[in-house]
């Protein structure tokens, strides 16, 4: 079966701009986590969504935004761009929100200029 | 707070060496366990598991891990490591009342041929 999708592969922004991606879990998953990963701070949770309702929050700002459609399809959003915001975002998709056992995305390689 | 670490960064091993990861995690609840791997240009994905039961558990590629309890470890261990272990390995409690996955900063492991 097809495996977790993220879109785009690459993005490259300007500071200040927002930006939106996309993840396509896997059929029949139904939690949908996204992490933030940098060679500085490695996988940091974002967050994490469950039937359209976002169940836990990381120590982000409020810049970084999320949500999840009723095909399990989830989005994020970053706005007003930092430099520092230039990282991996990876997108985990889950069967359930008993085990935790995560399926990975590609992710989507955001590099802010 | 859950917190995960991992006690080294940086392994070096000749072929036929053996290896153990440490990873010690710290949360008051109960939480199902995780290790996953990162292959050079791929996604994570996972390498094996522990929920409940023998705390002695095998994953794939001849990897296992052992769940102490009473230290709050879930080590990593291959008898025998390969040339196509080179990887980034990472350890990841997840806290199965919030479905919040935390991951260790991660041990790059390099086997020379």
């Known amino acids: 079966k097809a495996g977790v999708t993220q879109t785009p592969r690459y993005l490259i922004k300007t500071r200040g701009q927002q930006v939106t991606l996309s993840c396509s879990p896997i059929s029949g998953h139904r939690s949908v986590s996204w992490y933030q990963q940098t060679p500085g701070q490695g996988l940091q949770f974002l967050f994490e969504?469950?039937?359209?309702?976002?169940?836990n929050k990381g120590n982000f700002p409020g810049r970084f935004s999320g949500r999840q459609f009723s095909n399990s399809r989830s989005e994020m959003n970053v706005s007003t761009l930092e430099l520092g915001d230039s990282a991996l975002y990876l997108c985990?998709?889950?069967?359930?929100?008993?085990?935790?056992?995560?399926?990975f995305g590609q992710g989507t390689r955001l590099t802010v200029v | 707070a859950q917190s995960v670490s991992q006690h080294n960064h940086h392994v070096i091993l000749s072929e036929a060496a053996s290896l153990e990861l440490g990873c010690n995690y710290s949360?008051?609840?109960?939480?199902?366990l995780f290790w996953y791997v990162q292959y050079p240009g791929q996604h994570l994905q996972l390498l094996l598991k522990y929920f409940s039961g023998d705390p002695l558990v095998k994953g794939i590629k001849g990897f296992e891990a052992e769940f102490i309890k009473s230290k709050f470890s879930f080590n990593l261990r291959k008898p025998s490591v390969q040339w196509s272990d080179t990887a980034e390995y990472f350890c990841a409690p997840c806290d199965t009342g919030g479905f919040k996955t935390i991951f260790g900063a991660g041990t790059r492991l390099f086997v020379k041929a």
């Open positions: 949360y008051g609840g109960t939480v199902n």
């Open positions: 969504y469950f039937s359209e309702t976002q169940r």
């Open positions: 985990a998709s889950s069967i359930d929100r008993e085990t935790g056992e995560a399926f």
